[in-house]
């Protein structure tokens, strides 16, 4: 019996650390994602096997991503090397990609969807959009909606995985 509860009581303390951070389980296959940067580089997600990926679509006229933006290049300044920041942009032009850029300065790679394929691949309806992926290339968690990246809730639960 005393076992059970510690348990129980560590699984509760686990979700709570989830919860708080705000980014929900995923249960589903990773889609394929495979864009260029506004510099016309070549990325591809299975490039990044080995390390936690954290996906994001974005779009310039979304005030929570303004926003979080800050945060992204702490939380990746503070994960180091083993992570990596994708942030689609939501089928906008380079010209708008570009001055939302140079106003907000995200220190992370930024991807162009500006056809909108890997919003459909992906299945995304809001921005931002975010999925955690692992060293596997698994889809983790999910967040919709801004959070602050470099909170300790956040970082513990990146560092796990």
């Known amino acids: 019996m005393k ?42 997600l299975s490039d990044y096997r080995g390390k936690v990926v954290l996906v994001q679509f974005w779009a310039t006229y979304c005030t929570p991503c303004r926003k979080e933006m800050p945060s992204m290049n702490r939380l990746q300044e503070k994960m ?10 939501m089928g906008e032009t380079q010209k708008e990609v570009d001055k939302f850029v140079e106003e907000v300065g995200p220190e992370f790679t930024i991807l ?9 691949n992906w299945k995304v309806f809001a921005a931002p959009s975010n999925f955690v992926v692992d060293r596997d290339g698994n889809i983790k968690y999910t967040l ?11 970082i513990t639960t990146l560092g796990e995985l």
Not at 80 to 89: C, K, Q, R, S, T
């Open 3 to 44: 076992n059970k509860l510690c348990l129980t009581l560590l699984l509760l303390i686990a979700s709570t650390v989830v919860s708080a951070a705000g980014l929900k389980p995923y249960a589903g296959s990773t889609p394929m994602l495979a864009l260029a940067d506004t510099q016309g580089a070549a990325h591809d």
């Open 80 to 89: 180091g090397d083993e992570f990596v920041i994708l942030a689609v942009n």
């Open 112 to 120: 162009m969807d500006e056809e909108g394929k890997a919003l459909a």
């Open 144 to 154: 919709y909606g801004g959070v602050e990246w470099d909170s300790e809730e956040i």
